[in-house]
């Protein structure tokens, strides 16, 4: 933590507004899918650590920094699709001001994450990251918005809802168990078939729940487009990661997709209860997939510790 990072944290901020909180999203995923291949093929995580999840495209700094700025844009009157608008580009405002806001929560997003990592126990035990972009986004919606944080769980209805085309209980348990089922897939594969043959193979099992969420990240270009991709990045990035978990307890690769199948389909639930919650009665953006991912985080590496 110096001055460099924190310079670097407010350009991540500034980024993302000028481009849309959606789109930085989505660069998130791409970067993911390039760093990790420079991750197994040298070893090093710098891209993934810099670019991937840190300052340049990390989402509790540019996708923050362009949730906090479309808030402030509407509050002022400068955006009039609402402050919950997180795909339009912010730099077509012609507003400094917005873009100073992006930089102020990329800045605050960066500072925050290094904290809840030093946290005894939770800080390891959970995604520091999307606990700091639903923080992030209940300080926006304070700071910013005119309706209440929580409100009653109830089903919305018109403009309110998150994804209309995903939340009927059958759709979202389809989508989510073979979201999930993915995910574990692909992960189990690379830390019990890859990994192995690996010279960097610590790399690879580290950060193989990764490759799921970054594929799933690439679909919000095309959400943030206007059409009806599938939102499954808390789903893939929660199944990743309990397969990842439970194949090194357990070293069953038939055991890591089946738990991981069932985190998927949790995650995706909690996620449509969490929008119901805070997201669709709300006038600003605060976002479900990661306020379910860190408490799913915290759930599978608390349960593989059992069973370890």
């Given at each position: ?64 920094g ?58 390891t ?75 960097n ?7 193989a729940?990764?490759?799921?969420f ?14 009806k ?6 789903m893939t990035?929660s ?37 119901r ?32």
């Amino acid at each position: 933590m110096n001055l460099f990072w924190l310079l670097m944290a407010a350009a991540g901020g500034v980024f993302g507004t000028m481009i849309g909180a959606n789109y930085a999203f989505s660069f998130t995923g791409v970067t993911i899918l390039l760093g990790f291949g420079v991750a197994a093929a040298t070893g090093s995580t710098t891209v993934l650590d810099y670019v991937s999840f840190g300052p340049a495209f990390g989402p509790h700094i540019a996708f923050a920094g362009g949730v906090a700025a479309a808030a402030y844009a509407a509050k002022k009157g400068y955006l009039k699709s609402g402050g919950k608008d997180i795909n339009s580009p912010l730099a077509g405002l012609g507003k400094p001001d917005v873009l100073l806001i992006g930089a102020l929560f990329g800045v605050g997003g960066y500072l925050f994450q290094k904290l809840v990592a030093l946290v005894p126990w939770f800080g390891t035990h959970t995604d520091s990251v999307a606990f700091t972009v639903v923080c992030s986004g209940i300080l926006v919606r304070v700071i910013f918005g005119k309706t209440g944080v929580f409100h009653s769980i109830t089903k919305p209805e018109g403009t309110t809802r998150w994804l209309d085309w995903q939340e009927t209980p059958g759709q979202l348990l389809t989508v989510s168990a073979f979201a999930g089922l993915f995910a574990s897939g692909i992960a189990t594969m690379l830390v019990g078939y890859i990994a192995p043959n690996s010279a960097n193979g610590d790399v690879i099992i580290a950060n193989a729940q990764a490759i799921p969420f970054g594929i799933s990240a690439l679909c919000i270009f095309f959400v943030a487009g206007g059409l009806k991709f599938p939102v499954t990045h808390h789903m893939t990035i929660s199944a990743g990661l309990a397969a990842v978990l439970f194949f090194n307890a357990t070293g069953s690769g038939m055991l890591a997709v089946l738990v991981g199948t069932c985190f998927g389909v949790l995650a995706g639930f909690a996620g449509e209860y969490f929008a119901r919650w805070t997201y669709a009665h709300g006038d600003t953006h605060i976002d479900p997939p990661a306020g379910v991912i860190w408490l799913m985080n915290t759930l599978a590496v608390s349960a593989a510790a059992l069973v370890a």
